[in-house]
């Protein structure tokens, strides 16, 4: 059963029929779950939905604002507290693959979120994780959880759309109300239409960046220091959602070793295995971690 939000701003969720207070959590996310159109029908996605299933993996307990409608199937994240803002329909995208590369379509998007719709007990929480799709966060959100390591996947302040809902890459605007005041920023080189001197610009005004390359690993920007980690070779079946598992997993690790070069070895390699399975089912499984973990073992 799914735990949605009534409007309450202090910490009580609806369950059902009943009313339940919320539980703490170690990782909170905010931003929208998505609705994609696939040929074989309607799947969930987003950073959110990759993310907070990836950070429960970890052993995480995790709570999620967003905005969805009852077209979201949201029973995938079942065991996650979801604070949902009321809106008709969720964000629904649909992705095609052409030989250019992927044609994104925007048909709906739901509605903003901001600071007030962050219950009181989730304000203090150890990890923050801020994940727009669609141009639905205010960006002061990053100044707003001064206790918390703010880890933020700024794809959907990046990502613009037409009348028609063709989605296309827009400058990042008042990226300095981010970019200072949070502890990790993680992209991909697609986000930035692989522009390496953008990122080498916003790494100067941040303290940490990951900036993954799919197959060939990550570039970790930390201290004036650029590192790259290389991605185990595996077979790729569908690569939906592994960057969104990257940063999880890159969050999770930075939170608990205060180490980001190992965060960044971490997430390459647990985000390569999420690869070589379809969708959600790519999360990582307690073997994969352990065995990510152990590397680093003497």
């Not at 969720?13 to 703490?24: D, F, G, N, V, Y």
């Not at 759309?161 to 890459?169: C, L, P, S």
């Not at 991909?188 to 916003?202: F, G, K, Y």
Request: contains cysteine.
């Amino acid at each position: 059963m799914k735990e949605l939000w009534t409007g309450n701003p202090y910490g009580i969720i609806q369950h059902m029929s009943e009313l339940i207070p919320l539980q703490p959590v170690e990782y909170l996310l905010i931003g929208h779950v998505a609705v994609d159109l696939t040929p074989t029908g309607i799947q969930l996605g987003g950073t959110v939905s990759y993310a907070a299933l990836a950070a429960r993996a970890l052993g995480m307990r995790v709570g999620i604002v967003t905005s969805a409608g009852a077209d979201a199937p949201l029973q995938i994240l079942d065991g996650i507290q979801i604070v949902n803002i009321p809106t008709e329909r969720s964000t629904i995208f649909e992705n095609v693959k052409t030989e250019h590369g992927r044609k994104q379509t925007l048909h709906h998007q739901a509605a903003l979120i901001d600071f007030e719709h962050v219950p009181q007990l989730w304000r203090n929480v150890p990890i923050v994780h801020l994940a727009p799709i669609a141009q639905e966060l205010d960006v002061k959100l990053a100044g707003q959880f001064p206790f918390s390591l703010v880890g933020v996947t700024p794809q959907g302040w990046m990502r613009g759309w037409d009348e028609n809902g063709k989605v296309f890459a827009t400058a990042w605007e008042n990226s300095d109300q981010v970019l200072g005041r949070v502890g990790g920023v993680v992209m991909s080189i697609e986000d930035i239409a692989r522009d390496l001197e953008l990122v080498e610009s916003m790494a100067h005004q941040t303290r940490v960046l990951c900036l993954t390359e799919a197959e060939a690993g990550s570039v970790l920007h930390w201290n004036g220091d650029r590192r790259r980690f290389r991605a185990p070779v595996v077979e790729e079946v569908d690569a939906t959602g592994a960057g969104d598992i990257f940063a999880a997993a890159f969050f999770v690790r930075l939170h608990q070793t205060r180490d980001p070069w190992e965060a960044a070895r971490f997430a390459t390699n647990l985000a390569a295995y999420s690869v070589t399975r379809v969708g959600l089912n790519g999360i990582p499984t307690r073997e994969e971690i352990d065995r990510c973990l152990m590397e680093v073992l003497p």
